[in-house]
């Protein structure tokens, strides 16, 4: 039984993981449409929680293949080119903040007190549906 609540648990939170990444890509695309900083904000909200807390979790492998939610374009990905899109995107926008607010989004990813004061960026539904 522990295994199989495991593997079940497992399943249902790499699904968890993909959703975190697409609302992570729509983020990034909402801030590229309107340039608000908030947009950064809670992509770098959701990396941390939706999908660096589960990784960390559930010990997956970096070579397991995946699928985004909305992006079939990217076809079947590896959580490590996942990491590295997610992440490129990010830096990518972090080269054209200002420090204070480039440190600020590296702080919400690192889980530091930055990531506390913009939690109330994303919705408890939404936590609720990707919680690791």
Do not use: C
Not at 65 to 72: A, E, G, M, S
Not at 75 to 93: C, D, N, P, Q, Y
């Amino acid at each position: 039984m522990g295994i199989f609540k495991k593997l079940l648990g497992g399943g249902l939170a790499f699904n968890k993981v993909a959703k975190s990444i697409k609302y992570i890509l729509d983020n990034i695309s909402l801030y590229q449409m309107y340039n608000d900083i908030d947009y950064v904000y809670k992509a770098a909200w959701l990396f941390k929680y939706g999908v660096i807390d589960s990784i960390d979790k559930w010990h997956w492998s970096p070579f397991i293949k995946i699928i985004i939610p909305d992006y079939h374009s990217l076809g079947r990905i590896t959580l490590t080119e996942v990491m590295h899109i997610v992440s490129g995107k990010i830096a990518t926008i972090l080269k054209t903040l200002a420090d204070k607010e480039a440190n600020f989004v590296q702080d919400i990813i690192d889980g530091g007190d930055a990531y506390d004061k913009v939690s109330h960026l994303v919705s408890t539904a939404t936590k609720n549906e990707l919680r690791p």
